[in-house]
């Protein structure tokens, strides 16, 4: 498995993958690919990784900035992130995982934020920080890893795109 940043024509597969892992989760509202479009379109897909095996796209993850009490920050937001239902728990959401925490690392990021299960999240350093929230969140759910001894507080927006429908 190999982990590149997204070509333009990864587009459709980047869509059909994420509609395929998110579909029938309960805790989603299956906007996520349309999410990645969003983003893209305001040029705020900082970092697009996809996995590859051979030529086939087997996984993919987005990061996009968000903001620290209204104002912009270098943190990032990781998400959404997907692999194919047939191929997961096979390393690949992992692998996605630390590569783009070391790719945000070599960008200078302050640190990352994200909604997902602790249970999976924890292994890569996420925790649950009161001091830094995101109101919508449901309890737990909501989890960051500072990148450098920089320790901000308040309240985490992630980009508009998140709110398409
Ligand atoms: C979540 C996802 C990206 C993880 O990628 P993956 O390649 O399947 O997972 P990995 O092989 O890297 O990791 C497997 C480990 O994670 C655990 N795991 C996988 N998904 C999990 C989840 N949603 N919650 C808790 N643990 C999870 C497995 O039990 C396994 O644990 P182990 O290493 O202790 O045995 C992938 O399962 C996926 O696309 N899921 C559907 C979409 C989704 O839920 N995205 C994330 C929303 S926050």
Same mark, same amino acid.
């Given at each position: ?56 796209? %087997? ?6 900035? %968000? ?99």
């Amino acid at each position: 498995m190999r982990i590149r940043l997204e070509r333009p024509e990864d587009a459709p597969t980047i869509r059909a993958l994420t509609d395929a892992a998110f579909k029938g989760m309960p805790f989603s509202n299956q906007t996520e690919a349309k999410v990645i479009d969003a983003l893209r379109a305001a040029g705020a897909l900082t970092l697009s990784l996809v996995a590859t095996e051979g030529s086939e796209i %087997v996984g993919h993850v987005a990061f996009s900035p %968000v903001k620290i009490n209204g104002e912009a920050s270098d943190w990032y937001g990781l998400g959404p992130v997907s692999v194919w239902p047939d191929r997961q728990r096979t390393g690949i959401g992992q692998a996605l995982i630390r590569d783009g925490i070391r790719r945000l690392r070599s960008l200078s990021a302050g640190g990352c934020v994200l909604f997902g299960n602790p249970a999976y999240y924890r292994r890569f350093g996420f925790e649950s920080d009161p001091d830094l929230y995101d109101v919508d969140a449901p309890p737990g759910a909501f989890q960051r890893l500072p990148l450098n001894s920089s320790r901000p507080r308040g309240e985490v927006s992630f980009h508009p795109a998140f709110e398409v429908s």
